[in-house]
């Protein structure tokens, strides 16, 4: 029985890590800085272990929703598509700006300002993970994370890679976009520490 636990320890310490790693640039410029205009980028990824594009994998999912329900994939795709702006997007935003809050910084993450720098978060991977209930796996977030001047964003001043950050949550979450979406607040928290050490000291 102790070996069985320990396993499960050792399963889930797998299942829920992440890495975050500084590719290039330091924490400097940020330090003086109160907001911090954010944009995401989701033009360009690829999704499962097979590293399909998201058209594919819309295709494929789709189809199988109506081979069991006809109808389904379509009522499905119409919340694959609007998940990114009203799920994944605010998802990252809120948590990013709650513990930089409870750390008490003055500082945020927010769309459309003008500011001198700018974060572009880009989507490189995703998993939607699943749930059936006693078992499941959570979803996996891959993203870059650029802080480029706004004036000039080919200017990258710091780059930061964040893989496989987890998207789970207590209980049963049997939907794909909202486990998405808890892997972009997971990617949103560890930065947020990762600025509370290096730019917010």
Known sequence: MKKLII???FISGV???????VVQGNFDFLKDQKEINTEFDYSNFTMM?????EAQYVEEHKA???EKAKGNGNLWQKRW?????????PKFLEIGNIVLSKAGKDVNFQEGLKTPYTLIVQTVWL??????????????????????????????????????????QWGSNF??????GEGYAKTAKSLSKLLLKKAFK
Do not use: H
């Open 49 to 53: 272990k097979e590293k399909k594009s």
């Open 7 to 9: 396993a499960c320890f």
């Open 15 to 21: 299942v829920f890590a992440q890495d975050m790693k």
């Open 127 to 168: 998993y939607p993970g699943w749930d059936a209930g006693i078992m499941k796996q959570p979803a996996k977030v891959t993203t870059n994370l650029k802080f480029v001047e706004t004036a000039n964003k080919s200017n990258v001043l710091l780059e930061i890679t964040s893989e496989e950050a987890p998207g789970d």
């Open 175 to 180: 939907n794909n976009e909202t486990r998405i």
């Open 81 to 89: 598509i609007v998940a990114k702006q009203q799920i994944w997007t």
């Open 64 to 66: 199988d929703l109506d």
